[in-house]
């Protein structure tokens, strides 16, 4: 699949549903494991392990029915565009005066970015020989940067949905396969708030270095959920909507309702669709479980 941004306005919505099912197409379970089939045969092919993350705006078709090209490619496109920058610059505004700068901007660049349509896909690979250390480092910077991004995405008016997983993958820019992918795709599809979610491989290698100890900062960072979904309620660990202390103001707090019913109805979107209401409301039950606890 070759990568692009945000698909412009002026679409039927015929087209625009096909182009949403060939998305979905694209990342099915049997396509991609017919690009593995393939690559299997190619020379100098390197497979990865680590985290894949999928993400993707909520409200999309609503944006691009109802509103111009300019409109969307000033709000949209150009968000998405400068998306990896401005959430790498979020971590370094909000770093503590003891932490070093440069070290944490090194661990972001092995953070790799693809942006397509509305969707953004994170990979962040394992170093060779990776101790248990350097895993949790490479989850802890994963962790905080969808963090960031969720934040960035719903402060623009442009609340996102996504997924974590772990496993095998293969991407050069371009073009990507693995199970990972489908895994974390299909369970952000499947999520009926505006969330990220890890995906039980997600939270299984996550165990395998005791990352939810009480003590950790990825245990902070995430909660354990009983999660809404299409087809289903089940417990997930969700991540934070905010980094505890820094993105979240008094003010928010005191309008969670306001501030999300704003995020869900701009740029052309609107809770009448039932379903979109839903997402909403599910969303808003999170955001007040949270602070429930606070």
């Known amino acids: 699949m070759q990568s ?7 679409l039927s919505s015929q087209r625009i549903g096909e182009l949403q099912q060939n998305k979905c197409r694209i990342l099915s379970r049997t396509h991609i494991k017919s690009q593995i089939a393939t ?12 985290i894949v993350a999928f993400c993707d705006i909520l409200g999309y078709r609503d944006i691009l029915k109802h509103s111009e090209p300019k409109d969307v490619a000033r709000d949209v496109i150009d968000v998405l565009k400068h998306a990896k920058q401005d959430v ?23 953070i790799e ?29 994963t962790i905080i940067n969808l963090i960031y991004l969720f934040q960035h995405m719903l402060d623009r008016g442009l609340p996102i949905r996504g997924a ?4 095998s993958f293969y991407h050069d820019g371009l073009h990507f396969a693995g199970v990972p992918i489908v895994d974390a795709h299909d369970l952000s599809e499947d999520l009926s708030l505006s ?6 491989k997600a939270s299984a290698e996550l165990q395998t270095f005791n990352a939810f100890n009480p003590h950790s900062t990825i245990a902070v960072a995430t909660r354990d959920y009983r999660t809404p979904c299409k087809s289903r309620t089940a417990n997930f660990h969700l991540l934070y909507p905010y980094v505890p202390g820094t993105l979240i103001t008094q003010k928010i707090k005191a309008s969670i309702s306001d501030y999300l019913t704003q995020a869900f109805c701009s740029h052309g979107k609107s809770l009448v669709n039932p379903r979109a209401k839903e997402i909403h409301q599910n969303t808003l039950a999170y955001y007040e479980s949270i602070i429930a606890r606070k």
């Open 39 to 50: 690559l299997d045969g190619c020379n100098n092919v390197q497979v990865q392990t680590g």
């Open 4 to 10: 692009h941004q945000v698909l412009s306005t002026g």
């Open 164 to 167: 974590i997983s772990f496993g």
């Open 195 to 200: 969330a990220i979610a890890l995906h039980d």
């Open 88 to 110: 790498n610059g979020m971590h370094t505004d909000n770093l503590s005066p003891n932490i070093d700068r440069t070290v944490v901007t090194d661990k972001l660049g092995h």
């Open 113 to 141: 970015w693809i942006s397509f349509s509305d969707t953004i896909a994170l990979f962040h690979s394992y170093p060779d020989n990776a101790r248990n250390a350097d895993k949790y480092i490479c989850w802890l910077v």
